[in-house]
């Protein structure tokens, strides 16, 4: 069975610092990897995924996560945070293309300015 | 706004009575999931449609649940004698299968409160 820890429920980080958002999966075989962002009364929106290759993966608005495979971990990371980054973010994996996704439970992210 | 819609936005309705819930995908798209978001948790699969088949179905989904997808276009999901625990978020995604990435597109979810 495939799953998704994120050991964190909220993350405080001043504005101009670096973030980090953790990640951590359990999956057999090749994992892809997903991050999205949810803000109040939204829906869901993608950031980035990791399929293969590089193991630094860009995405949307100034967000990267790196995958380990080690480690079993995909973190969610930004060189400087922003206050309109404050929202709620979902790490999930599948096993297989183009199948449900298995989500993590959820970090809150708060930039204080 | 991803171009996935969901109608209603939001639903109150009394234990015991039925309720349906509609979603429209990005037209170009064959796969169509729908999930289950609750307080403080992720969301959880319930079913997913490639086209018109319901190819997977959630142990999440008891015999109360329904999905149809008729015209492989939008879908429903209908709740039959709602319960309280019934109370969460439930979210449309939609995805193609070409290529390898398959990043779903959630819609904006209908809230589900049963009094």
């Known amino acids: 069975a495939q799953s998704v820890a994120q050991p964190e429920d909220q993350v405080n980080v001043a504005e101009g610092n670096p973030l980090t958002v953790k990640c951590t999966y359990s999956v057999s075989g090749n994992p892809y990897l997903f991050w999205y962002v949810q803000y109040p009364n939204r829906g869901l929106q993608f950031l980035l995924k990791y399929i293969t290759g590089d193991n630094l993966v860009k995405g949307s608005y100034g967000f990267e996560a790196e995958f380990n495979k080690s480690q079993t971990s995909f973190h969610l990371k930004k060189p400087s945070a922003l206050v309109s980054d404050s929202a709620l973010y979902f790490c999930?994996?599948?096993?297989?293309?183009?199948?449900?996704?298995?989500f993590g439970k959820g970090t809150r992210l708060s930039v204080i300015a | 706004d991803t171009g996935v819609s969901q109608d209603p936005r939001h639903k109150i309705t009394k234990r015991g009575q039925n309720v349906t819930f509609r979603c429209d995908p990005i037209s170009e798209h064959n796969r169509l999931y729908w999930y289950r978001q609750t307080l403080g948790q992720g969301p959880e699969f319930l079913t997913y449609?490639?086209?018109?088949?319901?190819?997977?179905k959630s142990r999440l989904l008891s015999d109360r649940f329904s999905a149809e997808r008729p015209k492989g276009s939008f879908s429903t999901l209908e709740i039959q004698r709602t319960e309280q625990g019934d109370s969460a978020m439930y979210l449309c995604a939609s995805s193609t299968t070409s290529g390898r990435a398959g990043e779903q597109f959630f819609g904006p979810g209908t809230r589900l409160t049963v009094l």
């Open positions: 999930a994996v599948r096993r297989v293309e183009n199948t449900p996704l298995v």
């Open positions: 449609f490639q086209n018109e088949a319901q190819l997977e």
